[in-house]
Nanobody, 113 residues
Framework: QEQFVESGGGLVQPGGSLRLSCTASISISNIHNMGWYRQVPGKQRELVASTSTYDGPTYWDSVKGRFTISRDNARNTVWLQMNNLQPEDTAVYYC???????WGQGTQVTVSA
């Protein structure tokens, strides 16, 4: 069964950085579009960054210029480098294919002074 395991979250002060990792249980070589999503309690999960085999990375306005998505197909891993984190970035972060498949547990990111 396809699984994505996220890690790297934590508590960070505003302006700080975190690097999230996502390891897949299957080969991602043939998954053209992979993405990082986030969810705040009471709100819908939203896609914040994606990486496409054909088109490269895409970032949503809320994270553009601060987040960087990357992938290594040989390691079945996708990363999200998050810089200049702000309190509004607080959420549970998930990685998944696009369109999404099975969801993992996610990793909590909390930005607070």
């Amino acid at each position: 069964q396809e699984q994505f395991v996220e890690s790297g979250g934590g508590l960070v002060q505003p302006g700080g950085s975190l690097r999230l990792s996502c390891t897949a249980s299957i080969s991602i070589s043939n998954i053209h579009n992979m993405g990082w999503y986030r969810q705040v309690p009471g709100k819908q999960r939203e896609l914040v960054a994606s990486t496409s085999t054909y088109d490269g990375p895409t970032y949503w306005d809320s994270v553009k210029g601060r987040f960087t998505i990357s992938r290594d197909n040989a390691r079945n891993t996708v990363w999200l480098q998050m810089n200049n984190l702000q309190p509004e970035d607080t959420a549970v972060y998930y990685c998944n294919r696009i369109p999404s498949g099975y969801w993992g547990q996610g990793t909590q990111v909390t930005v607070s002074a």
